[in-house]
Each structure stands twice: as C-alpha cells, then as structure tokens.
C-alpha cells in the first residue's frame, strides 16, 4: 500500500502508531540520515554482518508509513550503503561484497512485502471496523428519530380520536339527548375534519418511509 492511496474510508486514514501522521519528507529524512550512519559506520568500523542489519531499521520505518514503492526504493539504498562502505573500506574482498549486498537485497525485500501486506490488513481490518461504528450511529439515530416520530405520531392521533370517538358516543345517545339537525351537522363535521386530520398523519408516515427508500425527494 502507498502513500498516495492509504485505505481510508469516510474522510478517516487508519492509523497504528510507528510514527503515523508524520509528514513524508521527515520519514525519508530520518531513513536517509539512519542509512547513512550505517554506511559511514560500516567504513570507519569493517563490520559488515552486524551493521547491514541495521539497514532492516529505515526500511521498515519507510515501509509501514509510505507503502511498498518506497520501502523498495530504501531498501536499494540501504544496500548500496552497505556495499559502497564495503567496496571502498577494503578493496581486497573482490566480489563479496557485491553478492553479499545481493543476499541483503533479497531479505529487505521480502521484508517490505511482509510489512506491506500486513499494513494493508490492518487497515482494512481498521476501516471495516469505522464502517461498522458509522453504521451503528446511524441506526441508533434512526431509532431516536423512529422514537421521536412515534411519540409525536401517538400524541397528535389522540386529538382527532378523541374527537371522533366522543362524536360517535353523543350520536349514540340522540334519541335520549333530543339533539337538532345543527347539532348533529356539527357532529357530522367533526367527525370529518377529524379523520382529514387523521388521513394526514397517516400520509406524513408513509412519505416518511418514502423519503428513507429514496422515493421521494424533499424541497
């Protein structure tokens, strides 16, 4: 994985710490500062084995914060420190040095592929998990928004049920109550207007759901 195409999902790049969310140029920096104090000591000290392992240092530093291209890039370097070191600091060894440098090669670059694909894991691993929460919020809003719907729903329906269910309980009793033709054209419209009002409630509902599948768009 390079630095130019992290995995990263929602405005979020996964991190795992190892210096992430440093910038580029300081990482290259401090490997290209490490890899020449190798190469330098490696001059001044003729030990090769000991030293050219701590090229493996500024190649995983590069790997895990900049990707795969880089890390192979540090890993050249590296190796060419140590086999210029070793070339100029004894001229004796003939090809050695270069199949050693070979050998080195060889090892960091599996090295950046292991590095490379584990950074790649974790950080699918790291942006699953982040869709997962974005996805838990969101349901617990739409559960608070659902408890809030129906709470307000349940309230304003009680109005125009009361409403109809006392008009339906007072045309009941006409006879006894002697009501007038006023009165009951009274009732008649209020139990009308209640279910109008009713009617809407239960089409604000079902827009609702349009809006959430998508089916309707607001303005």
């Known amino acids: 994985m390079n630095a130019a195409d992290p995995v990263s999902r929602r405005g979020t790049t996964p991190t795992h710490g190892f210096f992430d ?8 920096a401090l490997g290209v500062v490490f890899i020449l104090a190798v190469g330098l000591l490696e001059y001044v000290t003729d030990a090769r084995l000991t030293l050219a392992l701590f090229s493996l240092m500024p190649v995983v530093l590069v790997t895990w914060n900049l990707g795969s291209k880089a ?6 370097l590296a190796t060419a420190a140590v086999v210029a070191a070793d070339t100029l600091g004894r001229r ?6 270069y199949w050693n440098g070979i050998a080195q090669l060889l090892v960091l ?17 790291a942006s699953r998990l982040s869709d997962e929460r974005h996805a838990a ?8 928004v659902k408890d809030t719907l129906l709470h307000a729903v349940s309230h304003d329906l009680k109005g125009p049920l009361a409403a109809v269910l006392g008009a339906m309980q007072t045309l009941r009793r006409e006879a006894q109550l002697g009501l007038t033709a006023e009165e009951l054209e009274s009732l008649y419209a209020m139990i009308e207007q209640s279910g ?3 009617d809407r409630l239960v089409d604000d509902l079902l827009n609702m759901g349009r809006l959430e599948r998508g089916q309707l768009h607001p303005h």
């Open 21 to 28: 969310g440093r910038p580029p140029a300081l990482i290259c």
């Open 71 to 76: 890390g192979a890039t540090f890993a050249l």
């Open 92 to 97: 004796d060894l003939g090809p050695e040095p």
């Open 109 to 125: 670059m599996f090295v950046v592929w292991i590095l490379a694909a584990l950074r790649r894991v974790l950080d699918l691993q």
């Open 137 to 144: 919020d969101e349901l617990r809003h739409l559960n608070a």
């Open 196 to 198: 109008q009002k009713m």
